[in-house]
């Protein structure tokens, strides 16, 4: 095998040794395009002759105010504009972007505080209800006690008179049995 070549199958071998028609193509341009610059040196003339030299200075004076008002000043003041317009564009821009941060930090500020508010209102509406219910719960404890303390009044006096009254029948009941054991009257 030669150098290369090792490794590669057929398919591939063809494609490294021959060079392609495109390959071809491009290096006859490179050597066609590299050739005219070297043929045209050869006439080169570095430093022209005086009237030629003097002509073309006259000449270059002449064609300088009419380039300078005809293209190059419409030119440069329409490039100039174009940067104005530009920066202005970004001045503004920066400008609407400053604004929007702030309005931006404005709102959160205005967000947290209003949710701050929101929360203390809500803390203070639950213990609102906490004390309410405090309340409710002491009244109807007290309530609930006080009921309690009147059913045990009621008891005990309806006890006493459970008593008294049965003392009273016990006292008769007793003179009763015992006139019917005894067979006369006490």
């Known amino acids: 095998m030669r150098y290369g070549q090792m490794g590669q199958t057929g398919e591939n071998r063809k494609r490294i040794v021959r060079p392609t028609s495109q390959?071809?193509?491009?290096?006859?341009?490179?050597?066609?395009?590299?050739?005219?610059?070297?043929?045209?040196?050869?006439?080169?003339?570095?430093i022209p002759s005086l009237p030629v030299l003097v002509s073309l200075l006259?000449?270059?004076?002449?064609?300088i105010v009419p380039?300078?008002?005809?293209?190059?000043?419409?030119?440069?003041?329409?490039?100039?504009?174009?940067?104005?317009?530009?920066?202005?564009?970004?001045?503004?821009s920066?400008?609407?972007?400053?604004?929007?941060?702030?309005?931006?930090?404005?709102y959160r500020s205005e967000l947290a505080a209003a949710r701050s508010e929101a929360e203390k209102t809500r803390r203070e509406a639950v213990d609102r209800a906490r004390e309410e219910?405090?309340?409710?719960?002491?009244?109807?404890?007290a309530e609930a006690e006080q009921k309690v303390e009147q059913g045990q009044r009621d008891l005990a006096d309806s006890l006493e008179g459970a008593r008294t009254e049965l003392n009273s029948h016990v006292r008769d009941l007793a003179g009763s049995a015992a006139q019917q054991i005894l067979g006369r009257t006490l």
Do not use: C, Y
């Open 23 to 46: 390959s071809v193509m491009w290096i006859a341009l490179m050597i066609l395009l590299a050739s005219t610059p070297a043929h045209a040196a050869a006439d080169l003339v570095l």
């Open 58 to 63: 006259v000449l270059f004076v002449i064609l």
């Open 67 to 92: 380039l300078n008002v005809l293209i190059f000043k419409p030119i440069l003041d329409v490039l100039e504009e174009r940067e104005r317009r530009t920066s202005g564009a970004r001045e503004r």
């Open 94 to 106: 920066d400008e609407i972007a400053r604004e929007a941060d702030e309005v931006l930090a404005r």
């Open 133 to 141: 219910q405090q309340r409710q719960t002491a009244a109807a404890r």
